[in-house]
């Protein structure tokens, strides 16, 4: 029986309402974007931001706020400052600290995110790299947190990435030159990647580019812990390595709105999650399998699929569309699910 959650607690918070993306910030204490099930496409679904501290009785474990205004919203934390920072697509910005839990300006109304041929840049997603906050844009940029309603464009401290002289004509505008994901062994060694096969690495001066040999559409990268680089397709299929040297090391085949778009390296193994379902490499068959099929005591896709890794590295922190579980080194264990609340 779940005893995080009563049921009024749930019904109030949770009901009606499915987990799109999560982060943690201690092995008690964690962060969630819920958004609103519901069947009308023309009007944007409300978005819950949720945090809690589990080891807190009951009537002070959980804080929520309810928003219209956010449309496919990613979440990140770091604990220095201690943040929860979300970001939309539209770079509208949500904050919690331990002082507040509010809505910032968006990052377009901080700095500039124009690109060219007068479009504003939109945001793929929010991550944590080597302690900072960062938000991964098209066209290559990247936008570094400074503080609360503090953004700069990485270009604005010249460390920006080139851009193609063909897109600065305004000749070509393609997804190729946009950033989904990004991963840093660190501060000096910070890998990106996104749009066909665009690999760069940032070595603390400038960025140089990596010749992945495929022109797939990228999904996840993740600098682990056994020294290598793990880059996902779009697909699912796997390449690792460093700089100029990559081997596509398992193959796979997941249909399109369900390929893993979160990498960690978690006790000797990378995890892969997507929207419902976490995947793994099985190393003897070189392909991308569930993760059921290799751990016995996996999350199901209803409570595992998005992934955070606490900043320590000792916990592992998944939510599904109607859950969500916890790996502290030594097995999952569901710290709640939809199921327990009939």
């Known amino acids: 029986m779940n005893t995080l959650f009563d049921q009024p607690l749930w019904e109030k918070i949770v009901k009606g309402f ?7 910030l201690r092995e008690h204490g964690f962060g969630f974007i819920l958004v609103e099930e519901k069947d009308d496409r023309d009007i944007l679904p ?49 904050s919690v600290t331990t002082l507040r839990m509010d809505d910032e300006k968006p990052i377009d109304e901080v700095i500039d995110m124009s690109t060219y041929g007068g479009g504003i840049g939109i945001v793929k997603k929010v991550v944590r790299a080597a302690g900072q906050i960062y938000a991964l844009g098209d066209y290559r940029k990247i936008y570094r947190r400074i503080g609360i309603d503090q953004w700069i464009e990485l270009g604005k401290e010249s460390k920006g990435l080139p851009i193609p002289s063909e897109v600065l004509k305004g000749n070509i505008y393609s997804d190729e030159f946009g950033f989904v994901d990004l991963s840093a062994f660190s501060a000096s060694d910070v890998y990106a990647v996104g749009g066909e096969g665009d690999v760069w690495r940032f070595d ?15 999904q996840s990268v993740c600098c682990a ?17 460093r700089t100029d040297s990559w081997k596509r090391i398992a193959i796979a ?34 392909e991308v399998v569930p993760l059921q099929s290799v751990e016995r005591d996996a999350p199901n896709p209803t409570n595992g699929g998005r992934l955070d890794l606490s900043q320590d590295g000792k916990f592992l922190l998944t939510a599904g569309p109607y859950g969500a579980c916890l790996n502290d080194g030594t097995g999952w264990r569901r710290l709640f699910s939809a199921f327990d609340f009939p």
């Open 253 to 286: 085949d997941i249909t399109p709105g369900h390929q893993p778009v979160d990498a960690v390296w978690f006790n000797d193994r990378l995890y892969l999650g997507a929207q419902q379902g976490i995947f793994t490499i099985d190393s003897k068959k070189k």
């Open 225 to 241: 812990g056994d020294g290598l680089v793990y880059i996902t397709e779009m697909n699912g299929s796997v390449w690792a390595g």
């Open 46 to 94: 409300l978005t819950r931001f949720l945090t809690m501290a589990i080891d807190k009785p009951l009537e002070d474990r959980f804080s929520c706020i309810q928003s219209d205004r956010y449309g496919f919203t990613t979440l990140a934390v770091r604990d220095n400052p201690i943040e929860y920072v979300a970001v939309d697509t539209a770079s509208k910005v949500f």
């Open 204 to 218: 603390g001066v400038k960025w140089h580019n990596c010749p992945l040999p495929t022109n797939a559409y990228l």
């Open 18 to 24: 499915t987990f799109y993306d999560c982060a943690i």
